[in-house]
């Protein structure tokens, strides 16, 4: 069974701060990881892969295999940036379903 | 079209009726998925379609929930004699084919059942 967690549901941080969002997965496999991302009032939307290595709106993250994590980072946080994030996870099975995580917001303020 | 569209995009009914929920995806993408967003369970895989057929239907919470696709494009999601817990935002998406392409998301279709 494939899972994703995402342990914090809200982050609050000032503008110019970090910000680190984390997500913790379990597949038996080697997974696809993603992270989508919805602002206020706009669909979701792919904010990066992890096969692609790079960077997005100056958000990076890093598949650890060892850690089973997929860790999403800026190092200076725009308010901008608030929205809801969403850690997902796709199989090698027929069809890559994903499987997404609880999501956290994001709350950057002035 | 742009992006993927769905329709309607809000829906009140009485408990007990059925409801059809349309996706139109991205011209040319073979793969469609739904996904229902609620507040207790988050995000969650409904079924997916590649072309006509659907290959995994493992998400669908019951049989009264079904789903068609046909000419390889619009897929209907239909929802019947509903009940209060199916009230959440129904969400399409659509990719290019099944190989790990990234998933484009419609605007969801927000049911409420009363």
């Known amino acids: 069974a494939q899972r994703v967690t995402q342990p914090e549901k809200l982050l609050s941080v000032f503008k110019g701060a970090p910000v680190e969002l984390k997500c913790n997965y379990s597949?038996?496999?080697?997974?696809?990881l993603f992270w989508y991302v919805q602002y206020s009032r706009q669909r979701l939307q792919l904010l990066l892969r992890h096969i692609s290595r790079e960077s997005i709106k100056g958000f990076t993250a890093d598949l650890n295999k060892g850690e089973t994590s997929f860790h999403l980072k800026k190092p200076f946080a725009q308010e901008e940036d608030s929205a809801m994030y969403y850690c997902a996870l796709s199989g090698t099975a027929a069809g890559n379903k994903l499987t997404f995580g609880g999501g956290t917001r994001v709350l950057v303020k002035p | 079209g742009a992006g993927v569209s769905q329709s309607p995009s809000n829906k009140v009914t009485e408990k007990g009726k059925d409801v059809e929920l349309r996706c139109d995806p991205i011209?040319?993408?073979?793969?469609l998925y739904w996904y229902r967003q609620s507040l207790g369970q988050g995000l969650e895989f409904l079924i997916y379609f590649q072309g006509n057929s659907a290959p995994d239907k493992s998400g669908l919470p019951s049989d009264r929930f079904s789903a068609e696709r046909t000419g390889g494009s619009v897929s209907t999601l239909t929802i019947q004699r509903t009940q209060q817990e199916d009230s959440a935002v129904y969400l399409c998406?659509?990719?290019?084919?099944?190989?790990?392409?990234?998933?484009?998301f419609g605007d969801g279709t927000r049911l409420s059942i009363l």
């Open positions: 011209s040319g993408h073979t793969a």
């Open positions: 998406a659509s990719s290019q084919a099944a190989g790990n392409q990234p998933q484009h």
């Open positions: 597949y038996s496999g080697s997974p696809e």
